[in-house]
């Protein structure tokens, strides 16, 4: 479930009206940003981005990237694009830097559903004048590379069949693959990048049943090995994405210092899916409420921010 | 008693790629007993003498009559179905029929426009209830690894190439042609990932470089390599591609699955031709029938708005 609170009532005109006025003069009143934008779903954004235009012959994303600075201007940008443009923006930064966040990448390609997916990629041909999977491939290298390009290109069934005997069989497979530590890549990289979400979890079930462990715990151990780096987000993600995005929450507050990359990235991407969820498993796990946990960790307009979309109220 | 013109005639309707419906029509209605006997009994492509006195329809002939009357019914069936389904029907028929087809997938992967291939994993879905990707499994040979690479591409579309990147991947191409196991090409990583996830434009760009730097071209240097010529082809090329295909569909000794292939691409490709002025004289001559006559409208010129 979302976590944002959107009012039964909205005028994007009036909406884009305060925000002017936000931006105009000296300094900007961000508390006015965050109490329209943080209560706005995506479409309600657009349309405000376009009335904006339409008003003031100028694009708001722009305004705001001139009047906002730092990890607020950051979590501003990020939450007003087209889920299908952030998406293509978060995984042209997670590929173009240096050491690429390949777990970004996984995170997109997985979490996302099918027809979601390719509107990433069509974004990100319209943003990048290439593809997706093209940009992929020239930064990364090895088997991490196969399974990544396979990830982000796949198209899965969305149905709800399961096959149990290849379940079976798959399940075995993988038992093998992770046994060995002789990874069979191949295998691994067809079984995850082609099957659909369904079958895969039936896959997941089915290894757990057998084995008496979850197939992640079986991963855990030596992150020296860069396959498997990938590897084992991509198998979380598939399996439980909730579960997944909690861990990646509670990895980025614990840090000393704070990974406001991360932060920023799960809070805006889910606020209008499942943070609710994730919410309730962070509480469950940490025994602390999130948003406690972010305030303490945070600060600001960037704090303000993210309180909002966690459905803080005002 | 039927004159040998007759006879000829008989034998001609079935000779060619499709049937001559008209002639049948006047040679057999107005044929009694005795007349058929003497065709059947003239006719020694057709007919043959069983033991017990009767001229018996020999069986390989009827399986390929089955085949030239359903010409025309598949031309109109694929012309009419919906670009999506079709390609996706051509698609799963292809990875069931195996290795001797793969070069469809290769085909529709690589000639279709990123949107229209995204349409045809969509049909597949509705069709099949399972992606290509997953159905491609089935294959157990090395070429899977290229057909799903290729079958999930969105192309970028757009212009703009990097010479600089085109020359260099021209380059490690070239390498692993001939430097490298052929027998391994399937195999090699980067190969697979430039003809899979670069543009068209960029690979185009990169098969100019290829025959610029090494004297002859890309297609010329994989010739024999089968579905990796094919893939080339049909990325860089697909003019000479289709050319290929329609001319191997009506030489003396082809096969069934090469004169099918007349149906798929004029049906498939029929604007392309008609927008390149082809002219089907190497193929006209032994078509017949309806078959003929929908296939030869189909590429005139001139749509019907």
């Known amino acids: 479930m979302a976590t944002i609170d959107v009012p039964e009532q909205v005028s994007v005109l009036a909406d884009a009206e305060a925000l002017r006025k936000a931006c105009k003069g000296w300094g900007t009143d961000e508390k006015a940003i965050i109490s329209v934008l943080g209560h706005r779903n995506a479409v309600q954004r657009k349309q405000i981005r376009l009335a904006y235009e339409d008003l003031y012959q100028e694009d708001l994303i722009k305004r705001l990237e001139s009047e906002l600075s730092g990890d607020f201007e950051e979590a501003v940008y990020r939450w007003i694009l087209d889920p299908a443009d952030r998406d293509a923006v978060l995984a042209n930064v997670a590929i173009k830097k240096l050491s690429p966040d390949h777990h970004v990448i996984v995170e997109i390609s997985c979490t996302r559903s099918p027809e979601e997916l390719l509107a990433v990629r069509r974004a990100y041909q319209a943003r990048y004048k290439h593809s997706l999977e093209e940009d992929v491939a020239a930064h990364t290298k090895g088997d991490t590379r196969k399974l990544l390009v396979a990830l982000v290109s796949a198209f899965r069934y969305d149905g709800e069949e399961i096959n149990t005997r290849v379940a079976n069989s798959e399940a075995k497979v993988l038992h093998e693959a992770v046994k060995d530590k002789e990874f069979n890549h191949e295998e691994i990289i067809r079984i995850l990048s082609t099957r659909s979400k369904m079958q895969l979890m039936a896959t997941f079930n089915r290894y757990r049943d057998d084995h008496g462990t979850t197939i992640t715990k079986n991963l855990e151990g030596d992150s020296g090995d860069e396959f498997l780096k990938t590897l084992r987000p991509t198998i979380r993600c598939l399996n439980d994405p909730k579960k997944y995005f909690e861990k990646v929450l509670r990895n980025s507050i614990r840090r000393v210092g704070t990974d406001e990359d991360a932060l920023t990235r799960v809070i805006v991407t889910r606020a209008e899916k499942d943070l609710k969820d994730v919410k309730e498993l962070y509480y469950k796990r940490n025994s602390v409420p999130l948003d406690q946990a972010v305030a303490k960790d945070t600060s600001g307009d960037y704090k303000a921010l993210l309180l909002t979309l966690l459905g803080k109220e005002d | ?305």
């Not at chain 2, 698609?91 to 990123?114: D, F, L, Q």
């Not at chain 2, 390498?175 to 430039?194: Q, R, Y």
């Not at chain 2, 010529?229 to 082809?254: G, I, M, N, S």
């Open chain 2, 1 to 305: 008693m039927a004159l040998p013109v007759h006879i000829e005639a008989l034998d001609k309707a079935f000779s060619g790629i499709g049937v001559d419906e008209k002639s049948l029509i006047s040679i057999l209605t107005n044929s009694n007993e005795e007349h058929k006997r003497s065709l059947r009994k003239g006719s020694s492509k057709l007919f043959i003498e069983d033991e017990n006195g009767f001229e018996r329809w020999d069986q390989s002939s009827i399986k390929i009559l089955k085949h030239q009357f359903n010409r025309f019914r598949d031309a109109v069936v694929l012309s009419l179905l919906h670009p999506w389904e079709r390609d996706a029907r051509l698609i799963e028929k292809a990875i069931r029929k195996g290795p001797k087809h793969y070069n469809v997938i290769v085909e529709v992967a690589c000639t279709r426009s990123s949107d229209q291939l995204l349409g045809a994993r969509k049909a597949y879905h509705s069709l099949f209830h399972h992606s290509i990707e997953e159905h491609l499994t089935h294959i157990k040979g090395r070429e899977r690894k290229l057909l799903v690479a290729l079958v999930s591409a969105y192309r970028y579309e757009g212009t703009g190439v990097n010479e600089d990147v085109a020359k260099s991947e021209a380059q490690i191409l070239y390498e692993a042609i001939n430097n490298g196991d052929k027998n391994k090409l399937l195999d090699h990583e980067d190969a697979i990932m430039i003809l899979a996830t670069r543009s068209k434009q960029h690979l185009q760009a990169l098969y100019r470089h290829y025959s610029q730097s090494y004297g002859k071209t890309l297609a010329q240097d994989l010739e024999g390599e089968g579905i990796l010529k094919d893939t080339v082809e049909c990325l860089c090329t697909p003019q000479t591609y289709f050319t290929r295909v329609l001319e191997a569909a009506v030489k003396e000794d082809a096969d069934e699955e090469s004169k099918r292939a007349l149906t798929r691409v004029i049906v498939t490709q029929k604007e392309q031709l008609v927008q390149e002025g082809f002219v089907p004289n190497k193929i006209q001559d032994i078509l017949l029938g309806l078959y003929k006559d929908f296939l030869l409208a189909s590429i005139a010129s001139g749509d019907i708005k």
